[in-house]
């Protein structure tokens, strides 16, 4: 069964400090993985999507990573502000003839002034 | 703003109402879905159109009701629903459904109440 799992739940940090968000999927045969940011009120927005032969690609100050053999990604915030607290979505695509969408459940990111 | 738009963004309603939610994309795509989002669960994929034709119903309970008039509307109706049908409903659309590396872009969402 494809599943994506996401940790931590939830997380407060202080502004300009770092965290790493953590997603592990179990999606066969994996097409790409997407990060996405979900303020409170709105909908999701892609930050990043991940192919099977890209490690690490950045947007400003979130840098994603991908370790296809492991099944793992993370999403690291690097100087957190205000504006980053939200949830964040993993979402990964199979390569198969559905490219069936699985949500992981979401991590929620609480930053602290 | 995505390009997505949802009315109503709020919406409460009893078990024997009848309701419609409406989406509309600004986009120039062809696919638009609708999610269903509970608190602490993963979205749930509900219905796929795909150029006006659905192409995906996730084993939705018939007392929703989708309805794809053109490529740029999408609606969502309401009728006996359960409290446990209270979520966020998100509406989102992207070029073409069966492309593995499209974006979806999403709307604000319906925040629903059923009482």
């Known amino acids: 069964k494809n599943q994506v799992e996401q940790s931590p739940q939830s997380l407060i940090i202080l502004e300009g400090k770092n965290c790493t968000l953590q997603?592990?999927?179990?999606?066969?045969?994996?097409?790409?993985l997407r990060w996405y940011k979900q303020d409170t009120g709105r909908g999701p927005v892609s930050l990043t999507i991940?192919?099977?032969?890209?490690n690490t690609k950045s947007n400003g100050r979130y840098t994603a990573t991908l370790d296809a053999d492991t099944k793992q990604s993370s999403l690291h915030i690097t100087a957190s502000q205000l504006s980053d607290s939200a949830s964040y979505i993993c979402?990964?695509?199979?390569?198969?003839?559905?490219?069936?969408?699985?949500f992981g459940g979401g991590t929620r990111l609480m930053v602290k002034p | 703003e995505t390009g997505v738009t949802q009315t109503p963004r709020h919406l409460v309603m009893g078990m024997t109402n009848k309701k419609s939610l409406k989406c509309e994309q600004h986009?120039?795509?062809?696919?638009m879905y609708w999610y269903k989002q509970s608190a602490k669960k993963p979205l749930e994929l509900m219905f796929v159109?795909?150029?006006?034709?659905?192409?995906e119903n996730n084993s939705v309970p018939s007392r929703f009701s989708p309805e794809c008039p053109n490529s740029s509307h999408l609606f969502l109706h309401l009728h006996t629903l359960q409290p446990e049908d209270s979520a966020l409903y998100l509406c989102?659309?992207?070029?073409?459904?069966?492309?593995?590396?499209?974006?979806?872009?999403f709307g604000p969402g319906t925040r629903l109440t059923v009482l």
């Open positions: 986009l120039g795509h062809n696919a």
């Open positions: 159109y795909n150029f006006k034709e659905q192409t």
């Open positions: 979402v990964v695509r199979n390569n198969n003839a559905g490219n069936m969408l699985t």
């Open positions: 997603c592990n999927y179990t999606v066969s045969p994996f097409s790409n």
């Open positions: 989102a659309s992207s070029q073409e459904s069966g492309d593995s590396y499209n974006e979806q872009f």
């Open positions: 991940m192919t099977f032969s890209e």
